[in-house]
């Protein structure tokens, strides 16, 4: 039997969390209060009433605005730490974690205020004993200009983060529009992943786009490739990790998607599990294992194996992934 505790404790890597949908009700409050910031919420209960959402940009709408009490570096760095300690409580022991650098500077936070505050959580996290690292997002419904202006801002800063990412309204915003700036990562050793939110308008092109032509390591959510057996065959034998969030899609799309991944699991691709923006979808790492596990009654073996690939899809080193696989 599939309990809890074992969901909770097995090992795991987190491949698939934006930091700021780690931001709970209480932390947001706490920082609204410090930086003198009206939010238009001041109980968690007014929070709590405001998280309503259907589909991508219900959420979205929801999700911005939220970000406004972020502004100074020490808030980035108790977001993350906030996030970190929850994850070693799920057993993660590695975590690639997004970050959305555009929903700040358009703010007027500078960029090297967000990675400082978010870098130096990473390094505290290993004595949590989580291997942490940052993945920087592009914001798919801002113009190409607007994402290279953020990667040529970014590079000097490389150090501190090992790839680039895709994120936020996928409605007219294919893969494709940000060619060019995948180039460039690529050129500078960065790893490459980027989201095809499930159900989307034109989901399988973009899917297609990703896997062919920009040639990415993972797809984040990505299931609606299943409709296409040639291309679940061409991922499977690129190795190309699919980070699918169950909690999330039960949001986004009124479904898990349990059947989805079970199908790329059966045909060996590396699909794993993972929570998205857990302050809104109800639940970390550990329980978007289990609701998965409780829905489709899947075996203690799948559920291993899907943590297994959470570590192959992952950018660790060779030697490290001997370890956990
Ligand atoms: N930003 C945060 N969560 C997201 C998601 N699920 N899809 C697209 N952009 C996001
Ligand atoms: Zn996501």
Redesign the pocket.
């Known amino acids: 039997e599939v309990t809890r505790d074992f969901t909770h404790n097995l090992p795991k890597a987190e491949l698939h969390v ?1 930091i ?2 780690t931001l709970e009700p209480e932390l947001k409050l706490k920082l609204a209060q410090k930086n003198n910031i009206d939010i238009g919420q001041k109980t968690i209960a007014e929070v709590e009433e405001n998280l309503k959402y259907d589909d ?1 940009a219900s ?2 709408a929801v ?1 911005y605005p939220a970000m406004e009490v972020l502004v100074h570096e020490e808030d980035f760095y108790e977001l993350a730490m906030a996030y970190l300690k929850k994850a070693a409580k799920n057993n993660v022991r590695h975590a690639e974690i ?1 970050f ?1 650098p555009q929903a700040h500077t358009s703010r007027g936070v500078k960029f090297e205020t967000v990675i400082n505050g978010l870098y130096r959580a990473t390094v505290d996290a290993r004595a949590l004993n989580i291997d942490a690292r940052l993945i920087m ?1 592009f ?2 419904d801002l113009s190409r200009e607007s994402a290279r202006k953020i990667l040529l801002e970014a590079l000097p800063y490389k150090d501190k983060f090992i790839g680039v990412g895709l ?4 409605h007219n915003n294919p893969p494709m529009k940000f060619f060019n700036q995948f180039c460039t990562a690529q050129e500078h050793g960065l790893h490459v992943t980027a ?1 095809a ?1 499930v159900d989307q308008v034109n989901s399988l092109e973009h899917i297609r786009e990703l896997l062919e032509v920009i040639g990415v390591e993972r797809i ?2 990505g299931t609606n490739i299943v409709e296409d057996p040639d291309l679940v065959e061409f991922a499977a034998k690129q190795g190309v990790g699919f980070t699918s ?1 169950p909690l ?1 899609n039960d949001f ?1 799309a009124s479904d898990m998607k349990g059947k989805e991944v079970l199908e790329l699991l059966a045909k060996g691709v590396k699909v794993s599990i993972h929570s ?2 857990p302050a ?1 979808f109800g639940g970390y790492i550990g329980d978007n294992y289990y609701a998965l596990a409780q829905k489709y009654d899947l075996t203690k073996e799948q559920i291993v194996a899907l943590a297994k690939n959470s570590f192959a899809a992952s950018w660790i080193s060779e030697q490290q992934k001997a370890f956990y696989l």
């Open positions: 934006h700021e949908g991508l959420f979205l999700y997004f959305d997002c914001l798919r994120d936020s309204d996928e989201h939110d984040d959510h969030c999330s986004i998205d923006d809104y």
